[in-house]
């Protein structure tokens, strides 16, 4: 019955990989594929991030609903969200917030008690759970401000609600584990997008027909820089590939200067350059790696049960023989 | 006030199939699968897939309205092929596709943490 395989054997290389930020090619596949893992790891990958809260005391400027939903988008670490239970789907509990399987607690407590304005930030909510903890821009941070000059607040962390001299914010938030396409919050994905390799082709013959004057008018007719002029031979030679947007300017350019044919432009059809940017929740790496797993999962989730194979059984015995066989 | 809650695009009502399948009742070697709360992650793949089968005669899918968190896959093969082999084959073929690219990255991961 199993008929040959029409598997592909993809190929990656990475060309850029940091906590936050993975750059690489996959090959050998198509648009479908790559958009799928797009997909996926925009809303799909879960992580932990803050479902309900309970608010004890707030006296500050901003109401209760506009603090809940501020906690509510505070990237959590998240490295725990793929053996974790859906809340939903947690038959251990009720859903309170006491359960291991599917939920953390924080607890939030900030009073200021001096004349200057007090900041109450993610590094003030205290976690149930040490593996579940507001991400930690420090780091990050402290390089911004070394390279621009600009100073974040001492403390790190991101900013909830200020506090005036006597005021109060005090509550209980609970965390679950949940996927972008419930609520933003969930999503893990700061950015994630692919392009298709360009191929880029400069008919050289026609190329040296045009005068250097030319050449250079031709060259910054391209709205990003893909071509440069050689100082050395003034040759129009490709520098950025990557650089190219599919604009089509430079294509335009040479046909009104009356070379069409100048330069061919074809977008790879199984080559991708990816770029994953991530909220800090989970790793770009790790990101790739989940949305795989995810899309492994729901595959074999939508596979025909053995119920529907064995009623078509019947069906098609009853078919054959109605028609006679 | 009436909105549907959100889990509904994704969570299975309880008593529903997530994949239940129809045959075509005029051309032989047709059928639809209806698939509940996928989208054009699901579709897609699949439909691609399928197009690479030789025996696949035509593969397409729909999402029919927005609202509706469904999809139909209808695929129509030659009598060498069924559509719930075309199915079935189109599946295992992406998982081992996936498997493939999970390794892939994997083994690059270790080179490029070893090389810079």
Redesign the interface.
């Known amino acids: 019955m199993e008929g040959q395989s029409y598997a592909r054997m993809p190929r990656v290389k990475i060309r850029e990989l940091r906590d936050d930020y993975a750059r690489f090619e996959l090959r050998d596949t198509d648009a479908s594929i790559a958009n799928a893992l797009r997909r996926v790891m925009i809303a799909e990958v879960p992580t932990i991030a803050i479902d309900l809260v309970e608010i004890e005391v707030n006296s500050s400027v901003l109401n209760d609903e506009f603090i809940a939903h501020r906690l509510g988008l505070i990237p959590l670490t998240s490295d725990r969200a793929m053996s974790m239970r859906f809340s939903r789907d947690c038959d251990a509990c009720d859903g309170d917030g006491q359960c291991e399987f599917c939920s953390v607690e924080f607890h939030l407590m900030a009073v200021c008690r001096n004349d200057e304005t007090q900041d109450v930030t993610s590094s003030d909510l205290i976690s149930s759970d040490h593996t579940v903890v507001p991400v930690d821009y420090s780091e990050s941070a402290a390089s911004i401000d070394a390279s621009d000059g600009i100073s974040g607040n001492k403390k790190g962390g991101i900013t909830i609600v200020k506090l005036r001299k006597g005021q109060e914010v005090k509550l209980r938030a609970i965390a679950r584990k949940g996927i972008g396409k419930d609520h933003a919050k969930w999503s893990p994905a700061a950015t994630v997008t692919f392009m298709y390799e360009p191929e880029i082709h400069i008919n050289e013959d026609l190329m040296e027909s045009l005068t250097l004057e030319e050449k250079k008018e031709w060259v910054e007719s391209s709205p990003t820089p893909v071509f440069e002029i050689d100082q050395v031979t003034q040759q129009v030679m490709v520098v950025d590939a990557e650089a190219y947007t599919y604009d089509d300017e430079v294509i335009k350019k040479a046909e009104a200067m009356g070379k069409p044919g100048l330069v061919e432009i074809n977008a790879k059809q199984d080559s991708f350059i990816f770029t994953v940017e991530t909220t800090g929740a989970i790793k770009a790496s790790q990101l790739l790696l989940n949305a795989i797993e995810i899309l492994k999962q729901k595959l074999d989730a939508v596979r025909l049960s053995e119920d529907t194979v064995e009623a078509d059984d019947q069906f098609g015995e009853l078919g054959a023989h109605m028609r006679g066989g | 006030m009436n909105a549907p809650d959100?889990?509904e695009?994704?969570?299975v009502p309880e008593g529903t199939?997530?994949?239940?399948?129809e045959?075509d009742t005029k051309i032989i070697n047709a059928a639809s699968?209806t698939?509940e709360r996928?989208e054009?992650?699901?579709g897609?793949?699949?439909?691609?897939?399928l197009h690479?089968?030789e025996?696949v005669l035509f593969a397409g899918y729909k999402l029919p309205h927005p609202l509706q968190y469904k999809i139909i896959v209808r695929i129509h093969t030659t009598s060498q092929?069924s559509p719930?082999?075309a199915?079935?084959?189109?599946?295992?073929?992406?998982?081992?596709?996936?498997?493939?690219?999970?390794n892939?990255?994997?083994a690059?991961?270790v080179k490029?943490?070893r090389d810079y």
Not at chain 2, 17 to 21: E, F, G, H, L, N
Not at chain 2, 44 to 49: A, E, P, S, T, V
């Open positions: 959100r889990y695009r994704f969570v199939k997530k994949v239940s399948y045959r699968f698939i996928e054009h992650t699901i897609n793949i699949i439909r691609m897939q690479r089968d025996n092929s719930m082999q199915y079935n084959q189109a599946i295992n073929d992406l998982d081992r596709e996936l498997d493939h690219l999970k892939a990255f994997e690059e991961m490029f943490s």
